[in-house]
Structures are given as C-alpha cells and as structure tokens.
C-alpha cells in the first residue's frame, strides 16, 4: 500500500520559514517523482516544485522559484520542501504527490497533476 505523509505546516509570521516534510512509502521511491502542490482558500490546487528522485532534477513554477527548495533523502524516503520568506499569499494546504515515472517532473508543471499518488496535506497559515 502506497503511503504519503505530509508534516511540518503550522502558522508562522510573514518573512519567516518553514520545512515540511513528506515521507513515502509503497513503491520505489529513488526511481520516482515526487511534487508538492497547495491549494489557497477558495482557489485551485496549483503546483509548486518537483523532483525526480532518480537523478536530482527539481523543478520550480514561477510564483515560487527563489524561495522553495525541495530536496530528498532516498535512504529515508523523504521529501522536504524549505519555503522562505513567507508570505501571506503562500497560505494553503499544502500536498505531496508521487509517481513511479521519474519522468513526470518535468519543465511542464501542468504534468506533474497526472502523479499516481497523493497524500493528505498539511497546512501553512501565514499571518501579516
């Protein structure tokens, strides 16, 4: 049974950071991708970074390059994802996601949504 579990949200004051973690289990994670995506009160689910945990490539979406760093763990099947210089817009849920396709991380964030694997999420309130 796949298995995903996101950690580390909470509520932190604008400009500061946070870690959150994801922690898989189920299938071969150092031969997959695995994404974080959020979802804002009221707005669509969006994407944010990717790995492929193969070789390393990460990907960003604009709204968040230069301050999210996704990194990994292969030997504790674990994501993270280190967000700075938090803003009130980046409250949300916040979700990670797995595929056994290293492939899936890609330039094109639109195809990291067709990821096989979905954990709950857990959610960052940032207050101003």
């Known amino acids: 049974e796949v298995q995903l579990q996101a950690s580390g949200g909470g509520l932190v004051q604008a400009g500061g950071s946070l870690r959150l973690s994801c922690t898989a289990s189920?299938?071969?994670?150092?031969?997959?991708?695995i994404a974080w995506f959020r979802q804002a009160p009221g707005k669509e689910r969006e994407e944010v970074s990717c790995?492929?945990?193969?070789?390393?490539?990460?990907y960003y979406t604009d709204s968040v390059k230069g301050r999210f760093t996704i990194s990994s763990d292969n030997a504790r099947n674990t994501v993270w994802l280190q967000i700075n210089s938090l803003k009130p817009e980046d409250t949300a849920v916040y979700y990670c996601?797995?595929?056994?396709?290293?492939?899936?991380?890609?330039?094109?964030?639109?195809?990291?949504?067709?990821?096989?694997?979905w954990g709950k999420g857990t959610l960052v309130t940032v207050s101003s």
């Open positions: 790995m492929r945990t193969d070789d390393g490539r990460t």
């Open positions: 996601a797995a595929d056994p396709l290293p492939g899936l991380c890609y330039d094109d964030s639109r195809i990291w949504r067709g990821m096989d694997y």
């Open positions: 189920g299938f071969r994670f150092d031969r997959s991708s």
